[in-house]
Structure formats: structure tokens, C-alpha cells
């Protein structure tokens, strides 16, 4: 079946620019991650969803960065104002049910190079 | 905060040799625990987890993973790699009061040489 989907996989932007990324979770999935892997380093989790419940976002480094899901399904991360530390691998997940012992579905991920 | 160490970050083997790599996590309330694998231009994926009942749990592609409260650990194992083995091992876990939301090691990178 459709896996978690990503996109862009790669984006380039200049400094001060806004991006925005997609992800489009697996059909059935309640529960969206967002994570970000620089490189050399592990996942830093930034935002959660799970199902109609406010999100969780702890993890979000900045103000400069948001996230919605809208409909319980796609979701956009979006970094306003675009810094050169934001480059990084921005990772997508999904699970069933956002509970304990649900694993996650990763996506490809989407490249971020700020330049 | 919780966290979770992995001790090697590069690990060199040729194959038919044995595999471990360590995983320290700090949390001390129920936990459930993870592997993920990410081989070269592929996506992660699930390799083994552990939520509760047989310490020692089996994966896929030979390997297993045994969860040691008393030392916080989950490290991985498998008995002979082969050079389809070389990936990167991301250990990860979910705890108590955020359920859901893993909190992953900095990752391990294993090469097999043929």
C-alpha cells in the first residue's frame, strides 16, 4: 500500500525566504510526526497531531516555524524567514494510533538547503 | 527530558561477524522500545520492537534486540552480518506521559565490508 508521502524531496531557498513542506500521511493513520535530522546528528522531534487533539509542539526550535493538518490527514510544516541552521533532512511520520507501542511510518524526507 | 545514547557512532565489521550495538535510555517508568533501520537511499523503517513480556525480541533479517531494565538498555544484536547490513541503527523510545512521541538516539552507522 501508499506509504507516507514528502514533498518537496529536495528544496534549496535563499536566506530570509519562506518555505513551506508537505507531508501526506498513510490513509487511517490519527497521528502525524514532524522530525528533523541534521546532519551527523539523530531525529529532533518538533511537532505531533494525534487525531482532533491540539497539537503538541514542544519541539518547535522558533517562532519562525509552524505546522498544520487540516482534515485529519495532510499536513504542512512552515518555516518563515529561512536561516542557514534550518538546512537540515525534515522528516514526516505517521502511526495508527499515536498510542505507546504504535511504531512510526516514515516518509523520504524533504532536503532543506538554505543558502 | 528523556533521552536515549547510543554508544558507537561508527561501527566497522566484516561480514560473518557479530553485531551489537548499545542503546542507554534514562527514562525509569514504562517504556517501549524501538529499532529503526535506514539503509542508503531508503526511507526508515521499523527493525524490532519491544512493548512488554519476552525481554529478548526478534527483527527482521536475522536480528534481535533484549531489553535489560535494570540497565536501562535495549542493544541490538545479530550473530553474522552480511554487507546488506550496512545502514544506519537509530534506537528509539516512547515513555509514559508522551505516549507517542519517540525520542530517538543520534544513530549508528554500520559498514559491512564484503
Known amino acids: 500500500g501508499a506509504g507516507v508521502s514528502q514533498s518537496p524531496s529536495n528544496k534549496v531557498t535563499e536566506k530570509g525566504k519562506d518555505v513551506e513542506l508537505r507531508c501526506d500521511p498513510i490513509s487511517g493513520h490519527t497521528a502525524l510526526y514532524w522530525y528533523r535530522q541534521s546532519l551527523g546528528q539523530g531525529l529532533e522531534f518538533l511537532i505531533y497531531?494525534?487525531?482532533?487533539?491540539?497539537?503538541?509542539k514542544s519541539g518547535l526550535p522558533s517562532d519562525r516555524f509552524s505546522a498544520e493538518r487540516t482534515g485529519g490527514s495532510v499536513s504542512t510544516l512552515t518555516i518563515q524567514r529561512t536561516q542557514q541552521e534550518d538546512s537540515a533532512v525534515y522528516l514526516c511520520?505517521?502511526?495508527?494510533?499515536?498510542?505507546?507501542?504504535?511504531?512510526?511510518?516514515f516518509g523520504n524526507g524533504t532536503r532543506l538547503t538554505v543558502t | 527530558a528523556q533521552s536515549v545514547s547510543q554508544h558507537n557512532h561508527h561501527v566497522i565489521l566484516s561480514e560473518a561477524a557479530s553485531l551489537e550495538l548499545g542503546c542507554n535510555y534514562s527514562y525509569g517508568g514504562t517504556v517501549n522500545l524501538f529499532w529503526y533501520v535506514q539503509y542508503p537511499g531508503q526511507h526508515l523503517q521499523l527493525l524490532l520492537k519491544?512493548?512488554?513480556?519476552?525481554?529478548l525480541v526478534k527483527g527482521i533479517k536475522g536480528f534481535e534486540a533484549e531489553f535489560i531494565k535494570s540497565k536501562f538498555s535495549f542493544n541490538l544484536r545479530k550473530p553474522s552480518v552480511q554487507w546488506s547490513d550496512t545502514a544506519e541503527y537509530f534506537c528509539?523510545?516512547?515513555?509514559?506521559?508522551?505516549?507517542?512521541?519517540?525520542?530517538f538516539g543520534d544513530g549508528t552507522t554500520l559498514t559491512v565490508k564484503p
Open positions: 519491544y512493548f512488554s513480556g519476552d525481554p
Open positions: 497531531f494525534q487525531g482532533n487533539s491540539a497539537p503538541d
Open positions: 528509539a523510545v516512547n515513555e509514559g506521559t508522551n505516549a507517542g512521541k519517540s525520542t
Open positions: 511520520a505517521s502511526s495508527t494510533r499515536g498510542a505507546l507501542n504504535s511504531p512510526l511510518h
